[in-house]
């Protein structure tokens, strides 16, 4: 126990520096694009999931949380805000920089994401239109989204909150997984979930439903310890929106609504991480 101890805390802080480096230059770019990015998605029109995913894959504060919100406001449509979920990759990116893993397999897991949230997006608004029930009335709603993104504290002080939630949270992952790993063995849990190709995606996608960064840390840490292969780290990132979910039922009205929205993200997600898996796509 001890030394699982000293080896969680021996590797947390060696990531504290590239958290915090990371997270300062994200706060700084968050800062001078997130309303032109915002201004950006809501005149996209049809081309919605084209610029919802790629927008949705810069790990900007609270990305999930805007696009929810103009969806509940009909600003944008269903398809747009589900590319939005599908490539928005939370904890993922400044996770990856900080542990010092391959760029190129960072730079394919965001284009596979965004490749995925394009294509659903379009098909999703185009069956919407074939079947005529995107024609709601459109409701501008004020909203604020404040309460979910504090970056108004200038970027030094947020990049420092975000750097030591995210540091404290990402050692009790560490420590969790590192239990794990010694009393169960890392060879059995890794063929397990190898060994079986739809229980690996469904187990990544359960993930994902966690409704705020936890998914993402836990899902990265797991994949970049050996623990899950690449297609169920994905199908657990495709599903995971962050606190976008959350606002998802608060704002927008009709509960089952919002429940096929969430069956509809978790179905896309699992099922890529399925096909992912039978092809054989490495990272």
Same mark, same amino acid.
Request: some cysteine; hydrophobic content about 50%.
């Given at each position: 126990?001890?030394?699982?101890?000293?080896?969680?805390?021996?590797?947390? $802080?060696?990531?504290? +520096?590239?958290?915090?480096? *990371?997270?300062?230059?994200?706060?700084?770019?968050?800062?001078?694009?997130?309303?032109?990015?915002?201004?950006?998605?809501?005149?996209?029109?049809?081309?919605? +999931?084209?610029?919802?995913?790629?927008?949705?894959?810069?790990?900007?504060?609270?990305?999930?949380?805007?696009?929810?919100?103009?969806?509940?406001?009909?600003?944008?449509?269903?398809? *747009?805000?589900?590319?939005?979920?599908?490539?928005?990759?939370?904890?993922?990116? +400044?996770?990856?920089?900080?542990?010092?893993?391959?760029?190129?397999?960072?730079?394919?897991?965001?284009? =596979?994401?965004?490749? =995925?949230?394009?294509?659903?997006g379009f098909i999703i608004d185009l069956i919407?239109? /074939?079947? %005529?029930?995107?024609?709601?009335?459109?409701?501008? =709603?004020?909203?604020?989204? %404040?309460?979910?993104? &504090?970056?108004?504290?200038?970027?030094?002080?947020?990049?420092?909150? &975000? *750097?030591?939630?995210?540091?404290?949270? $990402? #050692?009790?992952?560490?420590?969790?997984?590192?239990?794990? /790993? &010694?009393?169960?063995?890392?060879?059995?849990?890794?063929?397990?979930?190898?060994?079986?190709?739809?229980?690996? +995606?469904?187990?990544?996608?359960?993930?994902? #439903?966690?409704?705020?960064?936890?998914?993402?840390?836990?899902?990265?840490?797991?994949?970049?310890?050996?623990?899950?292969?690449?297609?169920?780290?994905?199908?657990?990132?495709?599903?995971?929106?962050?606190?976008?979910?959350?606002?998802?039922?608060?704002?927008?009205?009709?509960?089952?609504?919002?429940?096929?929205?969430?069956?509809?993200?978790?179905? /896309?997600? $699992?099922?890529?991480?399925?096909?992912? !898996?039978?092809?054989?796509? !490495?990272?």
């Open positions: 126990m001890l030394e699982i101890i000293e080896e969680t805390l021996v590797d947390g $802080v060696k990531l504290l +520096p590239f958290l915090f480096i *990371t997270y300062l230059i994200m706060e700084y770019i968050e800062h001078k694009t997130s309303e032109k990015a915002k201004d950006t998605i809501k005149k996209s029109g049809k081309f919605g +999931p084209l610029i919802g995913s790629i927008l949705g894959a810069f790990p900007q504060c609270g990305f999930s949380v805007a696009a929810t919100n103009l969806y509940a406001a009909r600003v944008i449509t269903l398809g *747009t805000l589900i590319s939005v979920y599908l490539s928005t990759s939370d904890e993922m990116i +400044p996770i990856f920089i900080s542990e010092g893993a391959s760029i190129t397999t960072l730079i394919k897991i965001l284009g =596979i994401k965004i490749l =995925i949230g394009m294509i659903a919407l239109r /074939i079947r %005529k029930k995107d024609d709601e009335e459109e409701r501008i =709603i004020d909203l604020c989204e %404040k309460e979910h993104c &504090h970056c108004d504290h200038g970027i030094v002080k947020s990049a420092l909150k &975000h *750097t030591i939630n995210i540091f404290l949270f $990402v #050692l009790l992952i560490t420590f969790v997984i590192n239990i794990i /790993i &010694h009393l169960v063995g890392e060879e059995t849990i890794g063929n397990f979930v190898k060994s079986n190709v739809i229980l690996g +995606p469904i187990f990544g996608g359960i993930i994902g #439903l966690i409704p705020n960064c936890a998914a993402s840390v836990i899902l990265t840490q797991l994949y970049l310890e050996n623990v899950i292969p690449a297609a169920t780290m994905i199908s657990g990132l495709l599903v995971g929106a962050g606190v976008g979910l959350i606002v998802l039922f608060k704002m927008n009205k009709g509960i089952k609504q919002n429940l096929k929205i969430t069956g509809l993200l978790y179905t /896309i997600g $699992v099922v890529s991480g399925i096909i992912i !898996q039978l092809i054989g796509i !490495q990272f």
